[in-house]
């Protein structure tokens, strides 16, 4: 059975970093190309990063570019987010979806991918 698994999430204040870990099982990660994911209380769901399956593309958010890292390593069978220079406005509920494409891009879009984690609080704050 597929399943993704976020961690390291928590309270951070502002400017601080975090790292996210997502964590596959039931399945390898190569032939995937993951996504994060974040929703803030009373937002909408948006995409906040990508990684393809095929030469570990990436694609970020305007908001959060040169502030957050995503990668993975397949031997790990895990994707991580790193995030810096936080802001009170990263203060959201971080989810990581998977889908099956053997290609160089990936879309973050919500309909781009079909399994997806339960999610981390992070929550940027004095």
């Known amino acids: 059975q597929l399943q993704l698994v976020e961690s390291g999430g928590g309270l951070v204040q502002p400017g601080g970093s975090l790292r996210l870990s997502c964590a596959a099982s039931?399945?390898?990660?190569?032939?995937?190309?993951i996504g994060w994911f974040r929703q803030a209380p009373g937002k909408a769901r948006e995409g906040v990063s990508c990684i393809s399956s095929v030469g570990d593309n990436t694609v970020y958010v305007g908001s959060v570019k040169g502030r957050f890292t995503i990668s993975r390593d397949n031997a790990k069978n895990t994707v991580y987010l790193q995030m810096s220079s936080l802001k009170p406005e990263d203060t959201a509920i971080y989810y990581c979806?998977?889908?099956?494409?053997?290609?160089?891009?990936?879309?973050?879009?919500?309909?781009?991918?079909?399994?997806w984690g339960q999610g981390t609080q992070v929550t940027v704050s004095s």
């Open positions: 039931g399945f390898t990660l190569d032939d995937y190309a």
């Open positions: 979806a998977a889908t099956m494409a053997r290609w160089e891009h990936c879309i973050i879009r919500e309909a781009f991918f079909n399994s």
